[in-house]
């Protein structure tokens, strides 16, 4: 051992996308503590200037505001980006369906977000900058790609495809030891879920023995998947559920 803490990322290129969301804010706010120079982007400039604010340490951070459905902004940010050690996508959009009312144009909105974005973002980063032997790349998933929840085919199926890439690029990319590896949520406490009211969030965590999550929680795991501590994982999908039983 040579003594550096492997969970440190002291020196490291991390982008995050959905940084203007809550998820990939503390996951940026954790990659920032942990020493990482930061690209964080996200749709919304105000609450992607809140992210900024709230970022510790003494790396470089840039923000690039960006639609990530836009293929021009796509390549602006690729452009932008540099040489990556660690690419984190947590931009999606996350609302229920039925099967009954849905149309063409919400299936392929959530698509476009969900998967499309993040694996031509990637595309774009490597024919330009690309990502340095080593590296690591974090796809936020959910709950959703392993069980089935009402009204969320749509959502579980781009997630499903996340996962299914994570895999397929951990053997593509394994020559260069570059990881690919999911996160799959269940219920995190986030701006969206309490809009629905505290009555609703008190009885989903009667499921969850360990109670609901936190943003902070699937930050933590992202930046273990970032850091050299997990450097023999590779295409697998964290699941982090509190001890749900989904089954």
């Known amino acids: ?3 550096t803490n492997p969970f440190r990322l002291d020196g490291r290129r991390v982008l995050v996308t959905g940084a203007s969301s809550d998820i990939g804010r503390a996951i940026a706010i954790a990659c920032a503590d942990a020493g990482a120079d930061l690209i964080v982007t996200g749709r919304d400039a105000g609450r992607l200037a809140g992210t900024c604010s709230a970022l510790a ?29 660690g690419f984190v996508h947590a931009a999606a959009i996350a609302d229920p369906m039925l099967l009954r009312s849905l149309t ?15 694996m031509l973002l990637l595309k774009a980063q490597f024919a330009r900058h690309g990502v340095r032997d080593g590296g690591s790349i974090v796809f936020i998933s959910s ?20 996962v299914a890439s994570a895999r397929c690029l951990a053997l593509e990319l ?50 273990f998947l970032l850091a050299d501590a997990s450097r023999w994982i590779t295409g697998q999908a964290l699941l982090l559920d509190g001890a749900c039983p989904w089954v």
């Open 1 to 3: 051992m040579d003594g």
């Open 57 to 85: 340490g003494n790396g470089e951070q840039i923000a690039i505001q960006a639609d990530l459905t836009n293929s021009a902004d796509r390549e602006r940010l690729a452009d932008s980006a540099g040489p990556l050690d």
């Open 104 to 118: 063409s144009d919400y299936v392929h909105q959530r698509l476009e977000l969900n998967y499309v974005a993040p």
């Open 143 to 162: 709950i959703s790609a392993h069980a089935g929840t009402r009204a969320m085919s749509v959502y579980a199926a781009t997630k499903a495809a996340q």
């Open 174 to 223: 394994a020559p260069r030891r570059i990881r690919a590896n999911c996160i799959s949520p269940a219920i995190v406490v986030t701006s969206v879920y309490e809009t629905l009211g505290e009555k609703w969030l008190d009885e989903q965590a009667k499921r969850y023995p360990l109670g609901l999550g936190r943003p902070q929680d699937v930050a933590h795991a992202a930046l």
